[in-house]
């Protein structure tokens, strides 16, 4: 099958998980980029006009956290970076909910740790809450619960996070956008020859080990999340893009099924374990 | 002047809300500027707030609060924002840093989520920020049926040990005050607060001050459960009173 006939499965989307990380919603000194934060609420807050169910799950909390408290380097300290996301997630609600609404779409913050995929009980609120947000037309905004869990800051950028979100919504499709523009074929910044992988299909040791040998540098989150992330999705038959956030409407091209950065599409029928 | 006593702030919205359902910024600008008063006078504060359910409703412009759950906390999601961000519009005014903290009853029971939360809380406090706290109802549904944040407030008094407990009731334009390891409930007024918070200058127990301050203070009569004859007789969790109606 041709790339864009792929690409062409992707145009009914309906329920769409949309993650962007730090490195997307701010600049390179940590302060954030209002303009491409209300770009990306105009793409959204279109999509869902058009009658997409949009889900965006955002990091970059500690980066404002840091900008309000004017810090000049990133901390390095667990409590801290905790302590950085409390304040930094308020204000990075204010700036969503103030670019969303100013196009009348309404926004709800909704803050998950990890049990959504071990703890019966939590799964289920988490799952109502959201259900019933996405039925009253409302966009929730999602992150990790930095206070009580610390996973996203420990192990990077809640592309994992995202990926349960997806599986738990039953979502059509899950885009991660971040500082690279795909999955390559290498680092790019050691190999020249480097190329993105435009379709994946299936998930296989050479890809892992592709991706495990980049430097961690690598995109904020590192291709080793974007894969696990895969996985998850792959588990629960949703197809992943991976793209580069700089420019928001690059979501519309995807959503039109316009072929861009990498697909994962899983055309074997999902046999493996039930993550959600 | 910094003396690290901890002091607890347990906010019901519904007490910033007049007969015809809306939202008093003046009451609620006014109980920022006690908080803030209360840290500038080297207190650390934490503030206990609900409110979520109530600023969701109004936004979604129902005539009153949903009554299934589900759409409670979808309600409740939406509101959120709303509160911390009036909050820290309130705050930002007196030049006072506030934290969103939201939490669930496991970071009693979950080792990891109770480090997790103590740290963070202390590092907030270390810091003189507020943390203003919440339960995370989009997983937990613990207050929502319970419709009272008093038992979410003692499982914070478990994790940052504090010294007093400040009950906000602004119907009545009066504040009242828990001690810890007291059985007593102490009606106050603001300027009582605020002259405490002045004289409060060295690491001479506070409790013992307060004590020995609202001696004189009228003593607050709490709804018990039929089990209980005083406040004597209830169980203390953390120096405070576990069940807490007041009359």
Redesign the interface.
Known sequence: MLLKNYWNKIKSSETIVVKVGTSTLSYPNGKLNFQRIDKLAGVLAGLQKKGKKIILVSSGAIAV?SG??GLSSKPTD???K??LA??G???L??VY?KLFESRNQ????????RD?VTVSE?RK??S??L???MQ?D?I?LINE??????DEIVFGDNDTLSAYVASLVKADLLILMSDIDGLYSADPKVDPEATIIPLITELNGALEKTARGSNSNFGTGGMITKISAARVCREAGIPVSITNGAKPEILNEIIAGKPTGTLFYWTKKTVGTKIV | MENNYRIIFRIEIDTFFDEQGNLSLQKMEHLVMVCTNMRNAGFQVLMVSSGAIMLGTAKMGLPQPPTDLITKQAIAAIGQTDLIRYYQMFFDSFDQIVAQVLITRDVLSIPVRNKNARMTLNKLLEKGIIPIINENDSVSTDDIILNDNYPLTLIVAQLVKPHAIIINSYKEGKFSLIVKNNPEIIDITEEDLFQLAVRIKSDAGIATEINFDCKTRKSLKPTLPGRYNSLAEVPMISGFPQVLTLS
């Open positions: 956290g309000k408290l667990l409590a801290e905790q302590a409390a304040v997630q308020a204000d609600m204010k909910q309404l926004v709800a913050q909704v803050l998950l740790t959504i939590r609120n988490a109502n809450t259900d019933a947000l009253m409302v929730p619960n930095d206070t009580v869990a610390t």
